[in-house]
Every structure is written in C-alpha cells, then in structure tokens.
C-alpha cells in the first residue's frame, strides 16, 4: 500500500498531539494555583505543578524566566497556594541558579515523568525553582 508523504505526516502529528493530551491529561490532579500580589492592587494567578522535597520544603518553579507571577513573586514574596482544596500562605524564595535547578528538576521529572520531558522539550531545561515556605 502506497502512503504519500503527507497522509503520514498527518497521521504523525495526530498521534503525537493524543499522546501529549493524554500526559499532559494524567497530571491534571496534581496542577497547583498559585496566588501572589503584584503590591498595586492586582492578584497574579499561575497554575503550575508542584514537588515537596525531603527536607519538607514545596517547590514550584517557572519553566521560563520571562513568566510575570516570576518578577511579581520577586517583588513580594508573600503568596498563596490553592492546594487539595486547601489555600496555604507562604513565603517564596527564587532559586535561579543551576545548583537549584539540579536539585529540583529531577524531583518535577520523577513526579511528572513524560509531561516534564515534553514541558523540557517545548520550553528547554532553564527552569527557574521557586521554594514555598510557611511564615
């Protein structure tokens, strides 16, 4: 049977957007809402995934630099996080150095597996950790 170039790019992209549905799907009861005060009136919202380390810290973390709850959490660091139903308050510390990254990044692709290799691909591997700490 003869496939032209085009049926089976097609039929490529199709099982690659399922595929990353389906991942990206499987992560859904472990997305997080973060809230944080831009300090003129304004709440800034980010959905993000989350990892608690060992030494009982909660981790989030920007998959780019650029992201705007990034500098509003640089600013004030005084944030709520909606969790399990739960709206916890916390104190954000930035962490953009690669010590950071290579400390939290394995722990996003152990609880997130094929939905952080395909976040790394889209978006490259400079993260920036962001750790929660209750005041």
Known sequence: MYITYRTFSLTVIAATLAVSWTVIRSTDEELVVLQAFDGKGQDVFATLWVVDDEAGFTWIRANRPDRRWLSV????????????????????????????????????????????RWREWKDGPDTVPVRLQEP
């Open 73 to 116: 959490v640089e600013r004030q660091p005084n944030v709520q996080l909606r969790r399990n139903g739960r709206t916890l308050a916390y104190v954000a510390k930035v962490f953009d150095t690669p010590n950071a990254r290579h400390y939290v990044n394995p722990r996003f692709r152990r609880k997130y597996g094929l939905a952080d």
